[in-house]
């Protein structure tokens, strides 16, 4: 059986819990999000792969040109490559038509924002800690039946309010169904954020 496009980690669960897509930070690897992947649903299958750039060693999902200005170019072939991963990674761990939702942090976050907005026939269910606008001018797909949270700090210098806010109002332009939490402190996950995000996770009922 042949590898699959990314380094990753699998760890099987309850066919009726949802798959979870765990995307790491910079820096991070595919063990990072896994203890928070169980903390919030702990019967699911995790799949957790690795940014495929290196940035002076610190694994990244794409390139950036500064602190904050994205390599738009790289955004988008990078974006198809983990939607084609996931493609390769549901045919080989039968997870096929199952829920899926990934949960990102920070350049995690930003590369599964880029996923819901150019690829939707891939991923439609997201989790995005301190997330920001990936792409500038994305296509206008339609994106009813997405869900997405986001949780932000107000005092985030890495993922600025407002590059978030474009990021709303683009989902929402686009039909999608968007939960947001803000907390105090900066680039983190915060506890109230983490406790929102588990309950939007939740099955309705």
Do not use: C
Not at 23 to 48: F, I, N, R, V, Y
Not at 88 to 97: I, V
């Amino acid at each position: 059986m042949s590898e699959l496009s990314l380094e990753h980690r699998f760890h099987d669960g309850d066919r009726d819990a949802p798959v979870l897509l765990l995307l790491h930070g910079t820096g991070g690897g595919p063990d990072d999000l896994l203890g928070l992947g169980k903390e919030l649903s702990p019967a699911s299958p995790m799949l957790a792969p690795a940014g495929p750039v290196s940035e002076g060693g610190a694994a990244r999902w794409f390139r950036r040109l500064a602190e904050g200005v994205f390599d738009v170019e790289d955004v988008v072939y990078r974006a198809g490559q983990l939607a084609e991963f996931l493609v390769e990674a549901r045919e080989r761990y039968d997870l096929a038509g199952r829920r899926t939702v990934a949960v990102g942090f920070s350049n995690g976050a930003n590369i599964a924002a880029a996923v819901l907005l150019l690829r939707p026939d891939v991923l439609t269910e997201a989790a995005l800690f301190a997330a920001m606008l990936p792409v500038p001018d994305p296509p206008v797909h339609d994106l009813s039946g997405t869900r997405v949270f986001l949780s932000n700090g107000k005092r985030d210098p890495m993922a600025p309010l407002d590059s978030t806010e474009r990021l709303i109002a683009l989902l929402r332009e686009r039909s999608a169904e968007v939960s947001t939490h803000r907390h105090d402190g900066g680039h983190q996950i915060s506890v109230d954020g983490f406790e929102a995000a588990r309950t939007w996770l939740a099955p309705p009922g």
